[in-house]
């Protein structure tokens, strides 16, 4: 085989493994989950302009928040879907996984004790178990 055909089979080797290995860039299922919440982010930041009172958006956008460990933006957003729409249980069973998370298991458990209410199961099960 001459050297110029060894050079293009090296290299067709190379690009068969992909444009991590060539580029230097590690495209891990981490990275690729927090690119896909920081879209996530501004997808539904655009949609809470688009109509502010949209209490899923800010619930959505809160998930996302919270996979990238913004709690306190996550805090807020449950906040405010639980503003728009009181009786969104998941919201207050979410906002109390953020509060614990950032310390605060008093308010953690109050939301925890409001999901519960709203029939939330596992939100009962927390707060029997750390809400003493």
Do not use: H
Not at 28 to 49: C, P, S, V
Not at 51 to 66: F, Q
């Amino acid at each position: 085989m001459s050297r110029r055909t060894t050079a293009l089979a090296a290299a067709v080797a190379l690009l068969a493994l992909g444009p991590s290995l060539i580029t230097g860039c590690s495209y891990t299922t981490e990275n690729i989950a927090l690119r896909r919440a920081n879209q996530a982010i501004t997808d539904y930041t655009q949609a809470i302009a688009i109509n502010p009172n949209d209490a899923n958006a800010y619930y959505m956008r809160g998930i996302s928040r919270r996979d990238l460990k913004d709690y306190q933006g996550a805090i807020s957003d449950y906040s405010k879907a639980i503003e728009i729409y009181p009786e969104d249980a998941f919201a207050y069973r979410n906002r109390g996984i953020a509060k614990e998370l950032v310390g605060d298991l008093k308010g953690a458990c109050a939301d925890w004790k409001k999901a519960s209410s709203l029939g939330v199961q596992e939100a009962a099960s927390w707060v029997e178990d750390q809400c003493q």
